[in-house]
């Protein structure tokens, strides 16, 4: 069974820097997983921040960036904001089924 | 601006089935590679279903846990995305959201299954 696991929960403080992370149990994670990741505000839709990897959608703020480190897929959040607080949710492709992390609560605090 | 209305959830009982609607506007619905995502109350986001375009020959896949009860489906000239769901399990019970290659996402449709 393919799991993609995220850290549960970070904490950050305000104009903080933090990475989230997106591991997979099947090895490490390549451009070829066409990695994504998402946001989540409590009772609010998801909303895509990243795309196969680091590619940004027009709405995404620059403070946030996508990449590959350590054979796992990366978040970074650079200058943090209160209203960054949300679930984060990474999402990977394996050749013929989409598979989400478990989610990242981060905290601003 | 990009609107995914959804519909048709509801309360069923285990073994019953539901048909889901999504309702695109915005988009340019013929080429989009269209998928349903669940998130069960309190819970993260799973992956159901996902239908590509004619182009792409409207390949499907499938969650392990729904393939053989849940069926996705399109209609390019009414640009809308369907999810018919069989034989729904308890565990099925969750907000049903359609979403365009990711990008936008609807409000989403409850289903809750109990006996």
């Known amino acids: 069974q393919t799991v993609v696991t995220q850290e549960p929960s970070l904490t950050v403080s305000p104009g903080g820097t933090v990475t989230l992370t997106c591991a997979s149990n099947t090895g490490a994670v390549t451009s070829d997983y066409y990695p994504n990741w998402f946001l989540q505000k409590p009772g609010q839709t998801p909303r895509a921040l990243v795309y196969?990897?680091?590619n940004k959608h027009s709405w995404t703020p620059a403070r946030f960036s996508g990449s590959l480190l350590g054979g796992k897929a990366a978040l970074t959040l650079s200058g943090v904001q209160p209203e960054d607080e949300a679930d984060y949710y990474c999402l990977l492709w394996y050749g013929g089924a989409w598979v989400f992390g478990g989610g990242t609560r981060l905290t601003v605090l | 601006e990009v609107q995914l209305v959804e519909s048709g959830g509801g309360f069923v009982k285990p073994g019953e089935s539901l048909r889901l609607s999504c309702a695109a506007s915005g988009i340019t619905f013929s080429d989009a590679w269209m998928s349903w995502v669940r998130q069960a109350p309190g819970k993260g986001l799973e992956w159901v279903a996902r239908i590509k375009s004619k182009t792409y020959g409207e390949t499907i896949d499938y969650a392990a846990p729904v393939k053989g009860r849940f069926t996705i489906s399109r209609d390019d000239s009414k640009n809308m995305l369907f999810l018919q769901m069989n034989s729904l399990k308890t565990e099925d019970a969750a907000l049903y959201y359609c979403?365009?290659?990711?990008?936008?996402w609807g409000q989403g449709t409850l289903v809750s299954v109990s006996s």
């Open positions: 196969s990897t680091s």
């Open positions: 979403t365009s290659h990711f990008d936008y």
